[in-house]
């Protein structure tokens, strides 16, 4: 198993990381009741897909 060479810094991960958010969190109209509820999720209000 490969190992890691030297430890990733506290600013070198938080660094990498600002890019997670973007894809993150889209809120999307229900088609049924126009609810927001993210994209591949069930409706929280009514349930539909
Ligand atoms: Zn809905």
Redesign the pocket.
Known sequence: MAVPKRRVSHARAAKRRTHYNITLKTPVK?A??G?Y?LTHHT?P??G?K
């Open positions: 229900c049924s009741c609810a509820k409706c209000s009514c539909e």
